[in-house]
């Protein structure tokens, strides 16, 4: 399932009444999304909703939800319940439903007339590929429940599972995989490329530009200046990374190593995704 969108614009969490799980679950994510380098990069939106079965419009967390998230160093406390729209069903990239009822509410009460919407649905158990065993600690029913101890436990188990679900949305929903290399420097950056073969080439580098090239030794080669005009670097060789890693650590700018085909695969002008943290690159607009 790839969705080929430029890139995530919104997560939604679904419940049934958007006072407990669904925005436990958001602010758990929002604050994963802020330390992610390219969710990040993304200005990705984070929301909960209620499928408007059992939803109080305006109604505020449970108590339990807020101590828990409390511990956890999150503020849930201004959260106020509201159903899902269709505005949501339209700008929202990926609506992950605590529970397959919910997206049933959805589609039975808020879809009529709009069955692409569907396929923006799923759970989170099913997102994840998880059985019976996981289906039931990420459903976990709170209702009725006091012990914060019990939102706490559910609210870490979430947090468990961030990884994987930061993992396939941006498999699912950026732009097509280019290439992969070594991871040099951390950090996200998206912009446009210049491939560097020669000093004559390094001179037509911009600032901002990502810099790509065959050699780790760019100062040596290209000189300094234009180096420091880069918004990253990404090159083909995989040897003596040791040199790459000091000069952007230096420069404090994201780097990949040891791709072995970047000068053929990236052109000139082509905006691209370069993640330092992971060693991957990816396409950018028109690039599916």
């Known amino acids: 399932m790839k969705r080929y969108l430029h890139k995530a614009v919104s997560v939604i969490f679904l419940d049934g009444d958007d006072v407990r799980r669904a925005p436990m679950v958001a602010a ?12 990040k990069l993304w200005n990705l939106k984070v929301d909960s909703a ?13 108590k339990p939800a807020i101590s828990a998230m409390n511990s956890l160093g999150l503020d849930i406390s201004s959260h106020r319940a509201r159903a899902i729209t269709l505005e949501d069903l339209r700008k929202a990239s990926l609506i992950l439903a605590m529970e397959q009822k919910h997206i049933n509410y959805v589609v039975k009460n808020g879809c009529d007339g709009l069955p692409g919407y569907q396929k923006k649905m799923i759970t989170l158990n099913d997102y994840l590929g998880g059985g019976p065993e ?25 947090q468990l599972l961030f990884t994987r679900v930061a993992f396939l949305l941006k498999k699912e929903t950026l732009y097509p995989l280019l290439l992969k290399g070594y991871g040099v420097s951390t950090g996200a950056v998206e912009a446009r490329v210049k491939v560097v073969h020669s000093p004559s080439d390094a001179r037509m580098l911009n600032t901002g530009d990502i810099m790509v090239c065959k050699s780790n030794h760019v100062i040596q080669l290209y000189g300094q200046d234009c180096v420091r005009m880069a918004a990253g670097i990404i090159t083909d060789s995989a040897s003596e990374m040791s040199h790459l890693s000091e000069l952007s650590y230096e420069m404090n700018i994201p780097c990949i190593g040891g791709t072995g085909t970047a000068t053929q695969i990236l052109k000139d002008g082509q905006v691209i995704t370069l993640d330092g943290t992971s060693g991957l690159v990816h396409g950018g607009e028109g690039e599916w």
Do not use: W
């Open 50 to 62: 209620g499928s408007g079965q059992f939803t109080k419009e305006g109604a505020a967390p449970e």
């Open 28 to 39: 758990v994510f929002k604050d994963f999304v802020r330390n992610e380098t390219v969710l």
């Open 134 to 158: 996981s289906k039931e600690t990420i459903e976990r029913k709170l209702i009725g429940i006091r012990d914060v101890r019990v939102y706490e436990e559910f609210a870490k188990y979430q």
